[in-house]
């Protein structure tokens, strides 16, 4: 059997009874990062056999751990953070797992886009998540291919590139785009920015950005197409910001 468990994305609290069961019960539990999933371990008094599986080996693994699987072992799998194969290992290990007749279980649980999208007062009925943009070949292509997507978009992105993202959707999609860029969620900092593209990224320039983001973007509709059409006429004395007819 493998399970794959959610962590917590900021608070310790939110995991679930059965996910620290199972992390109890496994034979093994393959982790991203043994040190922060033992920090976690520790703290509900759990004993486990900690195996490392992450980006740069999971290649290496995924065939041998599935084969484990299938001979009778139990494994969990978590990331350092929220549900695993979301922005992070584990896909190619279901695929492994899958192919060799393991059964698979995803618990529900911590996902850091899910509070991001429905906090951010954009519409969260239909949505595409991307995850990170190409950190250079490929990004400015990316954000091309969705510039006429209709539905709210979701992003993830490190402070450090936080806010050269937010100037390159804003040159894609437009400047008066809606978004709301969400950091540190779960943890005692948490903080949602909302705003156009141009404003959100000019409150990250002012207040140096520190934790994850989830950046959350509206898609293209025919207000967000009005808009970008419309031509500055002045530009705000105080503030810079450009003035619409």
Do not use: W
């Not at 520790?42 to 693994?61: G, W």
């Not at 906090?119 to 490929?138: A, N």
Request: net charge negative; with cysteine.
């Amino acid at each position: 059997m493998l399970y794959l468990v959610p962590t917590p994305v900021g608070n310790l609290e939110d995991i679930t009874l059965r996910a620290l069961r199972i992390l109890k019960e496994a034979d093994v539990v393959l982790a991203e990062d043994t040190r922060t999933t033992g920090v976690l371990l520790k703290h509900y008094d759990i004993s486990a056999r900690l195996v490392s599986h992450h980006k740069f080996n999971e290649h290496a693994t995924a065939e041998a751990f599935a084969a484990r699987m299938a001979a009778g072992e139990t494994m969990a799998l978590v990331s350092d953070a929220g549900t695993p194969g979301i922005s992070d290992p584990g896909f190619m290990l279901v695929r492994a797992a899958v192919a060799q007749g393991v059964e698979v279980q995803c618990l529900p649980g911590a996902t850091a886009f899910v509070p991001a999208i429905v906090s951010s007062g954009l519409p969260c009925d239909r949505f595409c998540f991307e995850g990170f943009l190409p950190q250079k070949k490929g990004r400015a292509t990316r954000l091309a291919a969705l510039k006429d997507e209709e539905r709210t978009m979701i992003f993830y992105e490190s402070p450090h590139r936080v806010v050269k993202a937010l100037h390159e959707m804003a040159e894609v999609f437009g400047a008066e785009r809606l978004c709301s860029a969400c950091r540190e969620i779960s943890k005692i900092h948490e903080e949602s920015v909302r705003g156009s593209l141009v404003d959100v990224a000019a409150h990250f320039e002012e207040n140096e950005p520190r934790g994850e983001f989830v950046i959350v973007v509206a898609g293209k509709t025919d207000a967000a197409t009005a808009r970008e059409k419309r031509k500055p006429i002045a530009k705000d004395p105080i503030t810079g910001q450009p003035i619409y007819e």
